[in-house]
């Protein structure tokens, strides 16, 4: 079945942080999956306010599992870290290196290195839309002949993608991460 089961319960999302954020982060993915069969972004400015709020909640939550399994490192791993620093992988990595365990972030580490890359602009994204509209990054509807209307995002990265199927493969991609992640070490199940 997997550690992220499709109907959880109130009880196992309460108890299990990481499970918590992922299931709100697929909640408000279907929202603008739901909107975007539904409403151009650009069709009125009470719509453009849903969008923006539907995409900040979604990265809110989404990077929120990326903080809530650090912490979850941290804790279970007995680090010894503020618990206000705790989701700090810049403090948490040379804690790790001296229980020799630094190979459970790894894939972060190489992820956070490597510019223009899903993580790197999930996390960028999330800076920006806490100061700036994302929307207003740039979005435009396409259609031609043959060509499915879609809403774009322009990254940092300076690529344009859907919204909706970019944010759907950058949860994806999250999910495989905290798997891997976890699987680096039983304490973190």
């Known amino acids: ?30 929202n603008l999956k739901n ?4 409403e151009e ?3 009125s400015l009470e719509t453009r306010v849903k969008w923006e709020h539907e995409i900040e909640c979604l990265l ?15 804790y279970r791993l007995g680090l010894n870290i503020d618990e206000d620093r705790r989701a700090d992988i810049d403090l948490i990595i040379p804690k790790l290196i001296t229980i020799r365990k630094e190979a459970i ?3 972060f580490n190489k992820l956070r290195s490597q510019p223009n890359n899903w993580f790197w602009d999930m996390n960028k994204n ?8 994302l929307i207003n990054i740039h979005i435009s509807r396409h259609s031609g002949i043959g060509e499915e209307k879609r809403t774009m995002l322009k990254v940092q990265s300076g690529r344009n993608l859907g919204i909706v199927s970019y944010l759907e493969k950058c949860l994806g991609e999250m999910k495989d ?8 070490d039983p304490q973190l199940e």
């Open 126 to 133: 999330r800076i920006i839309g806490t100061h700036h509209a």
């Open 177 to 184: 991460l905290i798997m891997h992640t976890m699987d680096q």
């Open 35 to 38: 909107f975007q069969k539904v």
């Open 41 to 43: 972004v650009n069709s």
């Open 105 to 107: 972030l790894d894939r």
């Open 60 to 74: 809110f939550f989404m990077l929120g599992a990326k903080d809530a399994l650090l912490v979850r490192i941290c």
């Open 1 to 30: 079945m997997g550690y992220f089961v499709e109907n959880p319960s109130a009880q196992i999302l309460l108890e299990d942080r990481i499970k918590f954020k992922i299931f709100w982060a697929e909640k408000h993915l279907q």
